[in-house]
């Protein structure tokens, strides 16, 4: 009697188990998870820069509602787009240890670091956005604007890029 019981007990476990995983999804690998979400989030930051424009340059502030400075609006954009934290000053992101790209190999999301105080040393960086543009925050009474990396002045003092992002 016992014997039956248990038999019968292991089979109605076994059918429910099998009925109950026929409907679970596959769970996908990290490294897939992170392959699809990759250029998404970083197409999320463009849209956010883009939704920005306009917004007024404000030395040290930190949301859209109090403006931003050069390096703050990356990392507001870079955190709540992407959930990527950035250094806050312009020199941290400059020193850290992402990739430097080339000039020649930029995409979209990519930091791109400027001179431009008088001294020879970066002071300003803003968003790579493709087609030899770039979103940022420029300097006090402007706003938050796209500008082309062959504008003379930008131009003549472009350094290098970081990429803070796995690009896609």
Not at 65 to 86: P, R, W
Not at 144 to 167: E, G, Q
């Amino acid at each position: 009697m016992f014997r039956s019981f248990f038999c019968v007990v292991m089979v109605s476990l076994c059918c429910a188990i099998t009925s109950a995983s026929a409907n679970l999804k596959p769970q996908a690998t990290f490294s897939s998870s992170v392959q699809s979400l990759r250029a998404p989030a970083i197409d999320d930051v463009i849209d956010r820069a883009h939704e920005l424009l306009g917004t007024p340059y404000k030395f040290g502030g930190t949301s859209a509602e109090q403006g931003f400075d050069c390096s703050s609006f990356l990392v507001y954009l870079f955190k709540t787009e992407a959930n990527i934290h950035l250094p806050r000053t312009t020199a941290a992101m400059h020193r850290s240890s992402a990739a430097t790209i080339k000039r020649t190999a930029l995409k979209p999301g990519d930091a791109v670091f400027f001179k431009g105080n008088g001294r020879g040393q970066v002071s300003h960086v803003g968003l790579y956005i493709g087609a030899g543009k770039f979103i940022h925050s420029p300097r006090t009474g402007k706003n938050v604007r796209i500008d082309s990396l062959s504008n003379s002045y930008w131009n003549k003092n472009y350094t290098t890029a970081k990429r803070f992002h796995k690009a896609g």
